[in-house]
């Protein structure tokens, strides 16, 4: 199994950048399809981004296409997640997750999450 930790979060203002990561324990993300998740307060959870296993391919939620990406150090065993031109509806706690399959349907493992303020 692996056990994920996201970092990262902060307060923001919008426009500004943040940059999460998630770092993993317990076995190589090479072995995973990493992807990103969002809940904003009294809403249900969103996809925001995936990667590959070997990070040639990644997928973006439609409202951060051309704001976020998505990388992956595999060495390092770690997952980012840049977040460019922040808006407040980007506020949300942030969780990364893995999946052991691609395209990846079910995601297996979480972290605790992240929480990410943006101000106006």
């Known amino acids: 199994q692996v056990q994920l930790v996201e970092s990262g979060g902060g307060l923001v203002q919008a426009g500004g950048s943040l940059r999460l990561s998630c770092g993993a324990s317990g076995r190589s993300l090479r072995s995973y399809v990493m992807g990103w998740f969002r809940q904003p307060p009294g809403k249900e959870r969103e996809f925001v981004a995936s990667?590959?296993?070997?990070?040639?391919?990644?997928t973006y939620g439609d409202s951060v296409k051309g704001r976020f990406t998505i990388s992956r150090d595999n060495v390092n065993n770690t997952v980012y997640l840049q977040m460019n031109s922040l808006k407040p509806e980007d506020a949300a706690v942030y969780y990364c997750?893995?999946?052991?399959?691609?395209?990846?349907?079910?995601?297996?493992?979480w972290g605790q999450g992240t929480q990410v303020t943006v101000s106006s």
């Open positions: 990667i590959s296993f070997s990070g040639a391919h990644t």
């Open positions: 997750a893995a999946s052991g399959e691609f395209p990846a349907r079910v995601y297996g493992y």
